[in-house]
């Protein structure tokens, strides 16, 4: 514990609010709430802690703390904070978890659609549906018994589902507004439950189409039936009430947290949800940060009740997101927030071995390597490669790992302004020095530890850019190959020597991913360049092939090779003129012959 964090410390208060903390560049890292300020807080800094928990304290380098006026108002200050920050120790729910959900569209002429997203606006929505084939399934069914409108747009005249008599065809006809909210509200029934209600009604009309001998109309409701018991009654009923009801269970073992979402729709129990993260404050609080942001950024609908297991703040939930919330305490609601929880505990003991490998692989990966070369843990590391063809078209490219992972937004690709053709430390001085530039003017983080793609000569150029140009003191490690073009050595330090890893070590893995990526993306972006100029300069002084031709033809052949190759007939396919597909067939023809 620094002395600036201890003088904070006792001047925390004994009152709600969050608190962030930064690590030694200021970045947020982590933010959190509390009843109590003071106790919270303090309780990173004292005791002992498992090794996820110790990580995180060992960058805290500061904090800073927000008062609120109570519980609620600490728990919305958070997610918003955590959403303004994204900090890297905090869970963030992806918006790619995503369940299918039936739509009823808010137009003069509503249809009904399959959708994944949910918008504030004034469509209905139900589900979510446990798959997309599902979801498709129970539309179908509405499709056919219900006549609303089908098509994307309206037409000039009567399609098919009017002569089926699927559609009113508002193309042609007046529907009064009237008619079909009659219909939604129906549809809106079918969908809560009310589906049984429907099918009586079929059997009632089958019956009597069958006593009056009409046999076809009489088979037109039998089918109707098979098709709603074949989608709607799919499932086993859970609860009787038909009730849209979430329903929340958790687990903790060795500082992660499991937590579990049932989504219980008419009754049964149609789809889960499981995430699966890093624990840092208590488990009850950190579900109701989750529970904010699943029904917050994540956008899942809002069902008509949650179920939450006991110790969780009921009310706290209550006035987030106003809706009813109950613990229960008895019956199949309780029996159902124990499944719920033990499912949470069997989905963590699964994960928990490939979560453990994970964390060894990456940041404990990280910790390997940082011990070894005597340095902070390098959680941000930056690695350089240049790459070209005998000094053409010459590029280099930087990856950034972050907590032993490739950060693939942080990705960059240089063409070389300044360096001569084979000047290879002439351009990895000029990248490097345009790189921390960069980051210097827009303050963005600084890495841990920058690796370069090669030998002393190429550590030195950068050594000079980073500590005597720009001032900047970070650990600068060279990676070298064998004969064989495989990471062979780790180089680092003043003087430079080879810094000894077991070449079974995790340490040694995460600097070969990292070589071989930084690698592959230098020769892909050079390959990319080599193959732009190879067409801009095949077909330079071709009348009538501009660049948005050149473009347009390597986007169609795939190659210059196979341009050559191609006859006047495939040139007019990737949309040239005749005239000018008959000049580039000449040009490469007579230039075949020369040969």
Request: hydrophobic letters at 35%; glycine letters at 6%; one cysteine or more.
């Amino acid at each position: 514990m620094n002395e600036l964090i201890e003088h904070k410390l006792s001047l925390l208060p004994d009152l709600p609010g969050c608190y962030l903390m930064k690590d030694r560049q200021g970045t947020i890292i982590y933010v959190g709430k509390a009843k109590i300020l003071k106790n919270r807080v303090r309780s990173y800094f004292t005791g002992s802690h498992d090794a996820k928990t110790q990580r995180l304290v060992g960058e805290i380098e500061d904090f800073e703390y927000i008062i609120t006026s109570s519980d609620i108002e600490a728990l919305i200050l958070e997610l918003n904070l955590i959403k303004q920050y994204d900090p890297k120790y905090n869970i963030m729910l992806k918006d790619d978890k995503t369940y299918p959900y039936l739509k009823i569209t808010a137009e003069r002429h509503p249809k009904l659609i399959v959708t994944r997203q949910l918008k504030k606006d004034k469509g209905k929505y139900f589900g979510p549906y446990p798959n997309a084939t599902a979801a498709h399934e129970t539309k179908k069914l509405l499709d056919r018994l219900y006549p609303y409108r089908k098509c994307h747009s309206l037409p000039d005249r009567v399609c098919l589902y009017y002569h089926l008599g699927q559609c009113l065809a508002p193309c042609v006809n007046e529907v009064p507004v009237d008619t079909y909210k009659e219909m939604i509200d129906d549809i809106s029934k079918f969908l809560n439950g009310g589906y049984k209600t429907v099918k009586k009604n079929l059997q009632e009309k089958m019956n009597a189409a069958a006593a009056d001998l009409e046999f076809e109309r009489a088979k037109e409701y039998r089918d109707q039936i098979a098709n709603i018991e074949a989608v709607m009654e799919k499932q086993t009923m859970m609860m009787n009430d038909f009730t849209d009801r979430d329903v929340f269970g958790y687990a903790v073992e060795k500082g992660w947290m499991c937590v579990q979402v049932f989504f219980v729709r008419q009754g049964k129990l149609i789809e889960r949800d499981v995430s699966i993260f890093p624990l840092y404050q208590d488990p009850q609080e950190e579900l109701l940060t989750f529970i904010g942001q699943f029904y917050g950024k994540s956008g899942h609908l809002l069902p008509k009740e949650i179920l939450l297991p006991e110790g969780v703040d009921r009310e706290i939930v209550q006035q987030l997101l106003q809706v009813n919330v109950f613990i229960p305490q008895r019956g199949k609601k309780k029996d159902l927030v124990q499944l719920s929880i033990k499912n949470a505990k069997i989905s963590l003991r699964e994960k928990f071995q490939l979560i453990e490998r994970q964390e060894q692989r990456t940041v404990g990966a990280c910790e390997e390597l940082g011990e070894a070369m005597g340095i902070a843990v390098p959680l941000r590391i930056e690695a350089f490669d240049n790459s070209h063809t005998g000094g053409v078209d010459a590029v280099s490219a930087m990856v950034s790992f972050v907590d032993g992972k490739p950060n693939r937004k942080d990705y960059r690709k240089y063409k070389t302004r300044t360096a001569a053709a084979h000047d290879d430390y002439g351009a990895m001085r000029e990248v490097v020095r345009r790189r921390y530039i960069r980051v210097l003017k827009e303050d963005l983080p600084l890495p841990d530890l920058i690796l370069i793609d090669g030998g002393k000569g190429q550590m030195e150029i950068a050594r000079e850019v980073v500590e005597d140009e720009l001032g900047l003191s970070i650990p600068i490690a060279g990676l070298a190959k064998d004969d064989k073009h495989q990471t062979a050595q780790l180089l680092y330090g003043n003087p430079i020597e080879v810094i000894p890893l077991k070449k079974t070590s995790e340490a040694f893995y995460l600097l070969q991913r990292i070589q071989d990526e930084v690698h592959r993306f230098a020769i892909t972006f050079h390959r990319q360049r080599r193959d732009q100029t190879a067409l801009t300069s095949a077909l330079d002084n071709l009348k009538g092939v501009g660049p948005k031709r050149k473009k347009q033809l390597l986007k169609h052949f795939g190659s210059m090779k196979k341009i050559r190759e191609a006859s006047v007939e495939e040139l007019r396919a990737a949309s040239l003129p005749q005239k000018v597909a008959e000049d580039v067939f000449a040009h490469f023809r007579a230039e075949k012959t020369e040969q």
